[in-house]
């Protein structure tokens, strides 16, 4: 919740384009209705909201075809007439009849009036920056040049479904000042190779302290200052420890660098009660590497724009040369810090001297005017410090002994980067800029452009140059036109007529954004002007090709991101009180990266779509091991950790991911959660509740669970109807909490999350008939629905590829993939070819 | 920076980026006219809704060469040290303080402001929970009235705010409050459900009549109405924003 003053809201819309022609409805249609739907969606009862009485009277479909879409998605996914006792099925061969009859109706009533292409995709912001990444061969990640643009809008998690998304004049500036970061970033006119140097920096040279009393935090460098002791941290600190007469200026170009720590864990076995350390000591002590573009970021209470390099997990007691290599621009400068530490040493750390050496305890300036108002002798060295904790403490802590930064490292000079675009030449004013621009219009546009198209970009830089401008400014210039131009920011597809074949490099353009979310490479596109890509055996070998390549970790991310919507983790964080791991173990981007993996796992083996939901594996880092109660993982890796049978993890379901994209930080509703079954796996999204019916409003006075809240709710026929659909699924995760812990009880103390509350009841009835009471038994259910999971998967592997939602017109492809994917073991990289094998993926 | 001269170097660079990404417009154009005879007829908007960017860019980058060359407005007012480092409850009154000043010189003539996270040290507030759980308050006792003290607590700001515009006298006799709408809004109607509906909004200002609490029938008054309203007041030409079914019923000017 947000307090907003002269708001101005800008909102874009999608309106529909379908405007069917009145034709008449073949009369089986209001038959079949009038026979077995009527009796609940007619005016009186308008179950579900839907009233059909008018289109039974009605003779044209007109105001009817939304409506008719409809019954006909529900009577193919065989969702209605729901099956119970009372209502009259129709038989398999009267639904297939129906079913076929309104297909070919809707169909010829669309014909030619509801587009069926994609709509034009912009690229998005992710895509942007891998397409940046990939065509001028510059790093993105540090001073991400897109870190201002507009949010993309989504729809269903997916940002490039073109209908959805917009553009404005603000997009298009920040396109342009994006363009030409990278752009100085890739090309080095007038410049030569930068000698490497290299930085030496001592404990001295760090933020240190002689000697400690027990405050905020602790730095302490050794008497013979050999070493810097670290005893405070956590993930977010304020209190980097840093190079601080380097950082003012930093690296002095961009480049790769090698940054080395010379660095152990000390304490990690302490002579102290185990509750006077706040941190979790199973795990190796872990100090994290950064780099940030400026002393600013360093500041206290910033974060945007420091970029975590690495988390090493040291060894006890035996120092050893940590280091990363990493591209850092000019300015740049790295820091480290106890990641996994206590928090502030000051709590801590009094505690300690209290308990264990009350000779580091000295008087305050407070106490010691305290003693002076009560009369009492006050000693004459009272404020005077003897002991140092500091000289005693024995607490955990990660000692530094050097620090070091070489580079820049070029390994070829001009950087590829710049060859890419200009070759080895680097005076702008010997290139024959009329080749260069054509073949970078070739590259950034992904076909083959002729000279006559670009000669606004010649005659530009032509104008400029006769104008005095120098001629690699000029250069930069028309370069960043050319990728501010609509022919790069939009995939164009081409084409006046839905349903046409894509032309050789619109495929592979196609094939890229898919498997990559970026630009096809040289191959791809020498493939595609040879004409053969299309080939199936080429296309398969490609698929290959590009699911092996490192860059199809950007499919993984993205798809699993938009079809999970593990996107809204982060939008609604839980409470510091009740989740405090959460932010110590950095869970969420640990609980992300264990679906990354497991997704990629199923991929890289082919494994059967099923294991999505039931696998008796997961992967594991320390931290998120720990959330789960599994023993045995420890450190930063993830490895593959097998669970026993029945076990309660096992599958999406079971994965913290989930289970947190599908709460809100604060409570866990079992409607979210039987909402994202419903449409992440099952693929049949409930509709959207009736208009006028107020949300649950919780009310958590005593001890109302939210099943007895739920029930209240479903006494109103209205609710009734949908969340009888939808709340069972739900009810059987509700062993997870709001970040996918488990639990037998509710909380008592919902602030702190702490004691035990009610029982947790996880029982449901479907409106399958089938009765479920928790997850293990959710999941062997969705095991038994393959068809439905897997129908599911490959629609939303074509809304990812395609940026367009599949509908009726593709159910007879869709169908067909399916079947042949579950009778050929039903594997997942099996499905990804399938999908991109069919005519569905090389048609506009 | 908004009461800070700019460098004549700074200037000078400024201005230059300006004209150069208005040459970037046009050089880009022919592009877009090229594509929209390629693409179907629906792609077609997609391609409009480039030209309008280019255009409202254009629209901009010229006024704001315009602005480039404007002095900027002489204030005494200076901010405390290190702002970012103070509570959140001490930081607020700063934001207003700004606005205030950015209307008063007419250095702008629409602000939105927007808080939402209290930051360290419960923002300064004797508070014990974060703002978001306690909007879920689940009508807990306890939760309700630690959430008011930071609900009351904006609500006085805004007052202040109001009255530091009152007291400001503008070239035409009225007062910057009569010449500025000030709205002050939530999102939720209600966060413990996450209802959007029945949203508290205040108006003041604009010339418009106050003083009374409108109420309507639920579900039949978009807030857009409202909003349209606004822009109507503001002199846009429009007559719809977003679900707006005109402008709000009983609101009138003086």
Request: proline share 6%; glycine share 8%.
């Amino acid at each position: 919740m947000s307090i907003h003053s002269f708001t101005l809201v800008v909102a874009v819309f999608w309106s529909g384009l379908v405007t069917a022609k009145a034709e008449a409805i073949p009369p089986s249609v209001p038959v079949f209705i009038k026979r077995y739907c009527i009796d609940c969606h007619n005016a009186d009862s308008e179950k579900g909201d839907r009233n059909f009485e008018s289109l039974i009277t009605s003779r044209t479909s007109k105001g009817h075809h939304e409506t008719l879409k409809e019954v006909l998605d529900q009577l193919n996914l065989g969702e209605m007439p729901p099956r119970k006792n009372s209502i009259a099925q129709p038989s398999n061969n009267e639904r297939r009849e129906i079913v076929a009859i309104l297909s070919d109706y809707l169909k010829t009533m669309e014909a030619g009036k509801v587009p069926y292409a994609t709509i034009m995709r912009r690229l998005t912001r992710y895509e942007y920056n891998y397409t940046m990444r990939d065509l001028l061969g510059v790093d993105t990640k540090a001073a991400d040049a897109t870190r201002f643009f507009p949010a993309d809008l989504k729809s269903h998690g997916f940002s490039n479904y073109g209908p959805a998304q917009a553009l404005s004049d603000v997009q298009l500036q920040h396109y342009i000042k994006a363009a030409r970061t990278y752009l100085d970033r890739a090309l080095v006119f007038g410049q030569q190779k930068p000698d490497v140097q290299k930085w030496i920096f001592k404990p001295k040279d760090l933020p240190h302290e002689k000697k400690n009393v027990g405050t905020v935090r602790y730095r302490v460098i050794s008497a013979d200052g050999k070493h810097l002791d670290i005893g405070h941290g956590k993930p977010s600190e304020s209190g980097p420890t840093y190079p601080k007469e380097f950082a003012a200026r930093g690296v002095p170009k961009d480049g790769l660098y090698r940054i080395s720590v010379k660095a152990t864990a000390v304490g990690r076995n302490h002579p102290y009660a185990p509750e006077l350390i706040p941190a979790d000591l199973t795990q190796p002590l872990q100090m994290g590497l950064w780099h940030v573009p400026g002393l600013s970021y360093l500041a206290k209470r910033t974060s945007e724009g420091r970029v975590l390099v690495e988390v090493f997990d040291l060894a006890d007691n035996k120092p050893q040369t940590y280091e990363a290599t990493v591209w850092m621009p000019a300015g740049s400068s790295p820091f480290v810090h106890w990641i996994n530490g206590i928090g502030a040493t000051k709590g801590p750390l009094q505690k300690i001297i209290q308990r264990y050496y009350p000779e580091a305890k000295r008087k305050t300036p407070y106490e010691v005017d305290r003693l002076k108002e009560a009369g009492l002798p006050v000693p004459k060295d009272a404020l005077v410090q003897k002991v140092w904790i500091s000289d005693l403490y024995k607490g955990p802590r990660i000692r530094i002994f050097e620090m070091s930064i070489e580079g820049p490292f070029h390994d070829q000079w001009p950087p590829l980067s710049h060859q890419g675009i200009a070759g080895t030449e680097t005076n702008a004013s010997n290139l024959n800029v009329e080749q260069v621009l054509l073949k970078f219009a070739s590259k950034a546009f992904r076909n083959p452009v002729k000279l006559e198209e670009i000669t606004q970009y010649i005659d530009y830089f032509k104008d400029q140059t006769a104008k005095g401008v120098a001629a690699d400014e000029a250069l930069k210039q028309a370069l960043t036109a050319m990728l501010t131009s609509p022919r790069f920011l939009f995939l164009d597809e081409g084409g006046e007529d839905g349903g046409k074949q894509l032309d050789e490099f619109q495929l592979a353009t196609r094939l890229s954004y898919t498997l990559w979310c970026s630009t096809p490479d040289e191959r791809l596109l020498n493939l595609a002007s040879k004409g053969t890509l299309s080939q199936s055996k080429i296309l398969n070998s490609e698929i290959e090709r590009l699911l092996k390549d490192d860059r199809s970790k950007a499919f993984i991310k993205r798809f699993s991101d938009a079809w999970l919507r593990l996107d809204k983790i982060g939008s609604m964080p839980p409470g510091t009180k009740q989740f405090p791991a959460y932010f110590s173990d950095r869970l969420e981007s640990a609980m992300k990266n264990e679906t990354y993996y497991f997704v990629s796992h199923l991929l890289q083996e082919n494994h059967p779509i099923s294991k999505f939901v039931d696998a008796p594996y997961s992967f594991l880092n320390g931290a998120l091991a720990r959330h789960y109660g599994v023993n045995g993982v420890a450190g930063e890796n993830f490895t593959k950790v097998q669970f026993p049978p029945k076990a309660r993890r096992g599958g999406l379901l079971g994965h913290a991911s989930v289970l947190t994209a599908t709460a809100n930080g604060v409570e866990t509703s079992p409607v979210t959660r039987g909402v994202w079954v419903l449409e992440s796996l099952l693929g049949t999204p409930p509709s959207p509740p009736p208009p006028d019916v107020p949300p649950i409003e919780p009310d958590t006075r005593g001890a109302v669970t939210i099943r007895e809240q739920l029930t209240k709710h479903r006494h109103v026929a209205a609710c009734a109807d949908c969340h009888d659909k939808i709340d069972p699924w739900g009810f059987a995760l509700e062993f997870f909490d709001p970040i996918g812990g488990l639990r037998e009880h509710y909380p008592a103390n919902k602030e702190r999350g702490t004691g035990k509350g009610r029982r947790i009841d996880g029982s449901g009835k479907l409106p399958s008939g089938e009765h479920v009471r928790n997850e293990v038994e959710l999941r062997e259910l969705l095991v038994s629905r393959r068809v439905q999971l897997t129908r599911n998967l490959t629609c939303k592997l074509f809304l990812h590829a395609t940026g367009r939602e599949p509908d009726y017109r593709d159910y007879k492809v869709i169908n067909q993939i399916v079947e042949k994917s579950i009778s050929e073991g039903n594997g997942f990289r099996d499905l990804i070819h399938m999908v991109i094998t069919s005519e569905l993926f090389s048609r506009r | 920076m908004l009461f800070q001269p700019t460098g004549q170097g700074e200037l000078s660079s400024l201005k230059k980026a300006n004209q150069q990404q208005i040459s970037i417009l046009d050089l880009v154009e022919s592009d877009a006219r090229l594509l929209k005879k390629r693409v179907g007829i629906e792609d077609r908007e997609k391609i409009d809704q480039y030209f309008t960017s280019i255009r409202s860019l254009e629209k901009r980058l010229t006024q704001s060469a315009a602005w480039l060359d404007r002095p900027k407005p002489k204030v005494s007012y200076s901010l405390p040290n290190e702002p970012n480092e103070m509570d959140f409850v001490d930081r607020v009154p700063l934001y207003y303080d700004l606005a205030t000043l950015a209307l008063q010189t007419d250095s702008t003539r629409v602000i939105s402001l927007e808080f939402s996270d209290l930051g360290p040290n419960s923002g300064g507030f004797p508070v014990t929970r974060g703002y978001h759980q306690l909007t879920h308050h689940g009508k807990v006792d306890s939760y309700i009235k630690e959430l008011s003290i930071i609900e009351r607590f904006h609500t006085k700001q805004f007052g202040l705010f109001l009255d530091k515009l009152t007291a400001i006298k503008e070239p035409n006799g009225k007062n910057l409050l009569d010449n500025t709408m000030a709205l002050l809004g939530s999102g939720m109607g209600n966060a413990s459900s996450h209802s959007n509906k029945n949203l508290p909004l205040l108006l003041a200002g604009g010339g418009f009549k106050h003083g009374n609490h409108m109420r309507f029938e639920p579900g039949k008054t978009p807030a857009s109405n409202l909003f349209l309203s606004m822009l109507q007041r503001f002199g846009l030409d429009t007559d719809t924003f977003n679900r707006s079914s005109g402008t709000l019923t009983g609101l009138e000017t003086v």
